[in-house]
């Protein structure tokens, strides 16, 4: 299998223009993860869903921040307006819901 | 909700020589423990994984011991190489929502 795909590998914008990253999770697995790694927080559940639907999303950080799985084989994390605190990787991860987390490579992100 | 704290944040060793690193955590509904690896540039890989009703588990040279009376779990490296250095966080929670350590820089030095 390939394993969990992230685009863009970085992205380098300019404060309020809107990002989308995007992930393709491991065939099969029926859970997916957005996470957010910075060194002051380390490493951050942002937003997770099951079956295509959101289940829990109280870690996303404000409205600017949405997420979408339109189907099993796709999700998109929008910031929108982007801005400078926004800088950080973007990890997504995918799972069968036995706890095991397989994390793509990441979206590093810079907002000027 | 879940805290985790992991110790320490940096830890130095010649190969050949043993590393552990240690996390405490603070909700005792938690019962999944599992240890990440991270390399430059690289998501974090599952390396080894726990369950409550488990005290210990060893996979080569790794190896998670759990003491869920004192909350606290940790990682065992043995017979260390110079691949082993990386960026290890433990992480725990009930289900599917992890709550990740801080992170342990390990370096092996050759």
């Known amino acids: 299998d390939a394993g969990v795909i992230q685009s863009p590998r970085h992205e380098v914008t300019e404060m309020g223009q809107e990002v989308t990253l995007r992930c393709k999770p491991i065939s099969g697995h029926d859970y997916l993860f957005w996470y957010r790694q910075t060194m002051m927080r380390g490493l951050e559940l942002l937003i997770y869903?099951?079956?295509?639907?959101?289940?829990?999303d109280s870690g996303m950080p404000e409205d600017r921040f949405s997420a979408k799985m339109p189907n099993a084989s796709f999700s998109t994390l929008k910031i929108q307006p982007s801005e400078p605190r926004d800088s950080a990787v973007y990890f997504c991860?995918?799972?069968?819901?036995?706890?095991?987390?397989?994390f793509g490579e990441g979206s590093r992100l810079t907002v000027l | 909700g879940e805290n985790v704290e992991q110790h320490p944040s940096t830890l130095s060793v010649q190969e050949g020589d043993s590393a552990v690193i240690k996390c405490t955590y603070s909700?005792?509904?938690?019962?999944?423990f599992p240890w990440y690896k991270q390399e430059l540039g690289k998501g974090p890989q599952l390396i080894i994984d726990i369950r409550s009703n488990v005290g210990e588990k060893k996979d080569q040279r790794i190896a998670v011991t759990l003491n869920k009376t004192a909350k606290h779990f940790s990682l065992h490296i043995t017979e260390t190489q110079p691949e082993d250095s990386a960026v290890y966080f433990c992480?725990?929670?009930?289900?599917?929502?992890?709550?990740f350590g801080a992170g342990t820089i390990l370096r092996v030095k050759s």
């Open positions: 869903f099951n079956n295509n639907v959101p289940i829990d």
């Open positions: 991860a995918s799972s069968l819901g036995t706890g095991a987390l397989f």
């Open positions: 992480a725990t929670g009930d289900g599917n929502k992890l709550v």
């Open positions: 909700d005792s509904a938690s019962n999944y």
